[in-house]
């Protein structure tokens, strides 16, 4: 790794179990459901902070560019945390930098990112981000 990503790099975390379902074939959790645990902590703490309510808010974030890098494996029953801080608040858009840690450890399993654009959820054209998302989100940069 060449950026540093510690624990305490980071300002919101989520505890999330492990399933047996998440494992593959070679014995590990699959590529494809860590990006499932970036995107449930990051839905998880807007839901939180009253800034989603995935079926009636007037605006919604759409994921347009992701990333993850693969440091060390998780396998079931691990329980991971996965935690993130706001690398930038835009005009329409936020970019969350992530981690995957394994309960208690200081160094990440994964780090990544991903981008959502907040879009009229009707048109789907972008919309500036309401004052109360810079108000909640900004003590997470």
Not at 26 to 43: K, L, P, Q, W
Not at 57 to 72: A, K
Request: hydrophobic share 35%; aromatic share 14%; with cysteine.
């Amino acid at each position: 790794m060449s950026k540093s990503h510690k624990r305490e790099d980071y300002k919101y975390f989520l505890e999330i179990p492990t399933r047996w379902m998440d494992n593959d074939v070679y014995g590990h959790v699959n590529n494809v459901v860590y990006y499932s645990f970036f995107d449930t902590a990051v839905n998880r703490a807007l839901i939180e902070f009253e800034l989603l309510n995935y079926n009636q808010s007037e605006i919604i974030g759409l994921v347009v560019e992701t990333s993850c890098t693969y440091h060390r494996p998780i396998s079931f029953p691990d329980v991971i945390e996965a935690a993130f801080k706001i690398d930038k608040l835009g005009n329409s858009s936020i970019r969350y930098n992530l981690a995957l840690f394994k309960k208690d450890e200081s160094e990440p399993c994964a780090t990544g990112y991903f981008v959502h654009v907040y879009v009229d959820r009707l048109t789907r054209k972008p919309r500036q981000l309401p004052h109360q998302f810079r108000e909640k989100l900004e003590n997470l940069k």
